[in-house]
């Protein structure tokens, strides 16, 4: 074997390893998952209340909708961050720590910040300023209440149908994924977004069906 073919063969192997390593993670999309306060907070002591859809976290998925994390990715500066007043604020009224206080001090959060990060946002292939950036304005394109309220779906206590829900969102940001809690109480509603945390699409049909809403008629309890 010539030199020449020996090292064009060693830079071929070189570039599928390359390339494999690059898609080794599998990411493919996001979740933007918005919890409901009066039912999420039956899981956890709340020490917060709110009267709107939350934060949870924006997560990266792969194209059947399991979440990704990478341990060996390396924390983002949430103090640096929260170094914006501005962009401090908007980070403690979008994405709070319910469990966390009381008051409204951003210092409170990062430890659910760090925690989102390490168990979501480590495993997608943007930078952590980006991805909280995105975060938050994604966050702030969707009212969750005003969208449903629109089709008369309003946190009243009463009982709707699991199909209004969904109708009501998809019209605007594609089929979500609805998870309750107790197989009837509205705990979150995932909206899908395209793997450059910019437009909103539809959720496939294997991430509807990781739904845990296990009842045709869902429950939205009124804030506390």
């Known amino acids: 074997m010539s030199a020449t073919l020996f090292i064009f063969i060693v830079m071929f192997v070189s570039c599928i390893s390359s390339g494999a390593a690059q898609n080794s993670s599998g990411f ?109 304005r994604l966050r702030k394109s969707v009212n969750l209440l005003r969208i449903l309220g629109n089709q008369g779906i309003f946190p009243d206590g009463r009982n709707y149908w699991k199909t209004a829900y969904v109708d009501a969102i998809k019209a605007i940001y594609g089929y979500p994924i609805l998870k309750c809690y107790n197989g009837h109480l509205l705990k979150e509603l995932i909206i899908c977004v395209d793997g450059q945390a910019r437009n909103f699409i539809s959720c496939s049909k294997k991430e509807q069906g990781s739904s845990n809403c296990h009842k045709n008629i869902i429950n939205f309890p009124p804030p506390k």
């Open 28 to 136: 493919d999309h996001f979740w933007l998952v918005q919890s409901w306060p009066p039912v999420y907070c039956q899981q956890i002591n709340c020490k917060r209340k709110a009267s709107d859809f939350v934060l949870h976290g924006l997560w990266p998925v792969n194209s059947t909708g399991h979440s990704l994390k990478n341990s060996s990715k390396a924390t983002p500066n949430f103090y640096a961050m929260i170094r914006n007043h501005s962009f401090a604020i908007e980070m403690d009224e979008y994405w709070p720590s319910l469990g966390s206080t009381e008051g409204h001090d951003p210092l409170k959060h990062i430890g659910f910040w760090e925690h989102e990060w390490e168990q979501h946002g480590s495993g997608q292939p943007y930078e952590g300023l980006y991805y909280v950036q995105a975060a938050i």
